[in-house]
Structures are given as C-alpha cells and as structure tokens.
C-alpha cells in the first residue's frame, strides 16, 4: 500500500465520469471526488484520494480479519495466509493486468474495502443473531450500493439470508423486512437526489441512456426495422450497418461458436456498441438529421426526442429478442461465477490453454477449478450437517459465500457484463474460507483418529 504515496495516480476512461459526476454513476464515489477536491484543491485531491483508499483497505482487512481468526482460527500462521489472501486479490489485478486497482480512481477503489465490513457484520449475524450487526450489515449493503449499483443486490441477499437463520421468528424476519424497503427507499432517494442536484450531464445522452440498448442491439436483425417508425428505423439502420462491419452481431457467430465463446463474443463487443459505434458515430449524425428534419435548434430539446428514440428501439428488441438475451445473460452469470474463482488474468491465460477437453466435453481450464473447489465446498457443507456446532457456523458461512458470488455474478450480468473487476468482491472470500474449511476439517479428522 505504499505505492499510494509513491506511484503516480492512473486514470482510466472511466475515471472522468466519476471526477465529473455523470449521470451513469452511483451516487457515493463522485461525492467523495468533490469533497477530497473541496478540502485539499485541484492539485493534491487526488494524491489524497489515493492514500486514503489505501488506508481504508488496510483498516477493512484487518477489521475482517481480526473477527474471523477470533471466530475459526487462532494461529498466527493462519492470520499471515489470510492477509496474503486478502492482499492478493487487490493487488495481483494491479500487477497482472491493464486495469490495475492500487493508485487507480475508480470506485472499486472504496468498494471492496466497504464490501469487506459488509461481510464481517453479516457473518457476525449470521453466528450471533444480533440486532446490531443486522442493523450495521443493512448500513453496510446500503453504502456498497450507493458505490456501485450492482450492490443493491446485498440487500434481497441479506433478507434471504434473514429468513434462513431466523426461519422460525417471525418478528426478527419482519424487522429484517422492514430495514430492507427502508434501505431500498434510501437509495431511492439518493439516486434522485444526485441525478437532480449534482449531476454535471443529467440532460445530455450518455452511456446510461446506451448500455441496455447495445446488450439487445447485439442480437438484432435487419429484418426487425419492419416493427419501427421512420425516425428509429434510421436510427437502427445506422446502428446495424455499424455492427455488421466488424460482426457485432449473436446470429453471425452464434453457429460457429461454442456456449462459452458466445458469452466472451459479447463481452468484447459490449462497450465498442456502446461508446464507439452508438455514442461515438451514429449519435453525432442522427442529431444533425434529427434538427434539420424538425427544424429544432436547442441541443436538449433534440436529446429528449432522441433519448425517446433510444428508449422505443430498445422496448421493440427486448420483446423480439428476449430469448436470445436471456440464453445469453445465462452464459454470462456462468461466465461470472467462472471468473470469482479463477480470475482470468494475464497470468493465467499465459499459464493455460483457453480449453481442454473434460469428459469429451471442452472446457475453460478455470472450469475444472471451480468444479474442484466447489466440491470441496460441498462436502464440506454436507460433513458439518452432522457434526458439531463450530463446524456448522463455518459451513454456513461457506454456504452464504457461494450465495453471494452466484448473485453477484447475476446481478453483474444483468446490468453490465461479467468482467472480472465487477466480480472479484468474493474471489477473496471463497478461497480464505476454502482454506479455514480444510483447515478445519484436517483437524477434526485428527482428532477423530486420536
């Protein structure tokens, strides 16, 4: 974590949506931005941002840490491996791939610390059943979500998870009810708030108004234009002839691909429809057409019409192509939960083949992991059924781990696509509780041949 006081600060592409605070972002990260702006000037904000992202990982992992050794292991060398992994999966990104996460600002930058505490208050319900640590899990799920979006997730988990521990109270299952619609109605009212008052482009056309139509643009037809009005079959003749160029497109691949290539043929494709073929070409020229053929002359009233359009384009394609999206975002939360466990760095992809063969069935390699690791999980689970009390408490928190990284694997396909940063909140988790789960049930086999 030095290099936060040493390296040079990395922004991305995505960086200045969230120094500008773009519609298309949550609410938490940009506010964060300004305030380090407010207080330390234009030219150290960031430098700080930085360190204190750092810090706050420290803190998150040592908090989590420190409660899961107190609760499962007591050594000291098991508290060194689960920094080690916890430390991993922040900076092996960082050193493996072109997306590093140490000096970078993003929003990933706050959420997996966030994410951590989320945890250590939810596994401390989870073996307490306590009030306050569902009250300062729900806390926790509500300030992830207003990070990133796709952590709104948290909050159905949690209730579910409620409804599972506390299955025969039924007043712990409403007041768990109850913090759920009010967390909810909070981020709500934030997102509001932010896209009213402090959005820098909430009227201008951004990759918000874009992203659901290029995850159904992609498995378009030319033959669908005869469902459209004049204006948007322009618009989606424009858009088509775009992707047809570089074979953008489900059914061009869909036969002379694999499940898993289709799956990774959109994701490539996903932003390159999105900022490249929709905002970057076909908007600019659909504007001008737009305002010569209604004679329109302020920008934000063409965006409106437009934005109307976009929004048409999309509701026609869902209903004619819902199918295909669906078969698809499958794929991609299979894809995701692949990639929370063997994440695909350049590392890995150097070190194995993108197949093998399996039971004459062809495979990613990190296929074979997961399988192996999540039986391990399974017997594990299925051991502590019938043993004592401690290994349960251990096996429920491997059950929530791998209800958490379906989910997020879910929701992360729905909204955006399964790359790995949007994924790697578990990666940390699976293998620190693969590793106590071993630890523990080696030792309890001793014990039972002694």
């Avoid at 569902?134 to 990133?148: E, P």
């Avoid at 929701?411 to 693969?434: D, E, G, K, Q, V």
Wanted: proline content about 2%.
């Amino acid at each position: 974590m030095l290099s936060a006081f040493f390296l040079p600060v990395k922004l991305v592409p995505d960086s200045n949506s969230f120094i500008y605070a773009r519609r298309s972002r949550a609410v938490l990260y940009p506010c964060f931005l300004r305030l380090f702006q407010s207080v330390f000037g234009e030219d150290l904000y960031l430098r700080m941002v930085v360190i204190v992202q750092n810090l706050l990982f420290v803190f998150a992992a040592a908090v989590f840490i420190e409660f899961i050794c107190r609760r499962f292991a007591h050594t000291a060398c098991t508290k060194i491996i689960l920094y080690f992994f916890c430390s991993c999966i922040y900076i092996i990104p960082s050193l493996m791939s072109k997306t590093g996460m140490l000096n970078i600002i993003w929003s990933e930058g706050v959420s997996i610390s966030l994410y951590l505490l989320f945890i250590k208050y939810l596994f401390e319900y989870i073996l307490e059943q306590d009030n306050k640590s569902l009250q300062m899990t729900f806390l926790y799920a509500l300030i992830c979500a207003l990070v990133r979006k796709q952590m709104l997730l948290l909050m159905p988990c949690v209730f579910l998870i409620t409804v599972i521990v506390n299955r025969y109270a039924k007043r712990k299952i409403l007041y768990s009810l109850l913090l759920t619609v009010l967390s909810g109605g909070i981020f709500v009212v934030s997102g509001t708030l932010y896209n009213s008052l402090i959005c820098s482009n909430k009227d201008n056309i951004d990759a918000y108004d874009c992203n659901k139509l290029a995850n159904i643009m992609y498995f378009s037809q030319e033959k669908d234009i005869g469902d459209l009005d004049d204006d948007c079959q322009i618009l989606f003749q424009s858009i088509y002839e775009e992707m047809e160029k570089e074979d953008a497109l489900y059914y061009k691949v869909k036969d002379r691909l694999s499940w898993y290539g289709i799956g990774k043929h959109k994701g490539e494709y996903y932003d390159i429809i999105t900022y490249d073929m929709i905002l970057g070409r076909v908007l600019p020229e659909y504007y001008i057409y737009y305002e010569e053929k209604y004679h329109l002359d302020e920008r934000a009233q063409t965006e409106q019409l437009v934005r109307q359009n976009l929004k048409t384009l999309e509701k026609v394609l869902f209903k004619k192509h819902l199918r295909e999206f669906v078969f698809v975002y499958c794929i991609w939360t299979v894809t995701g939960f692949l990639e929370t466990i063997v994440p695909a760095t350049q590392a890995y992809t150097a070190l194995f083949p993108e197949y093998i063969h399996f039971f004459q069935i062809s495979l990613p390699v990190s296929a074979i992991f997961v399988l192996i690791a999540s039986a391990l999980y399974t017997v594990y689970i299925l051991f502590t059924i019938m043993t004592i009390k401690r290994r349960r408490e251990c096996g429920s928190i491997g059950i929530t781990i791998l209800l958490l990284t379906a989910a997020n694997a879910a929701a992360t396909s729905l909204f955006i696509m399964p790359l790995h940063r949007y994924l790697l909140y578990n990666s940390m988790l699976f293998y620190m509780f693969l590793f106590i789960m071993f630890k523990d049930l080696t030792s309890g086999l001793s014990l039972t041949r002694q």
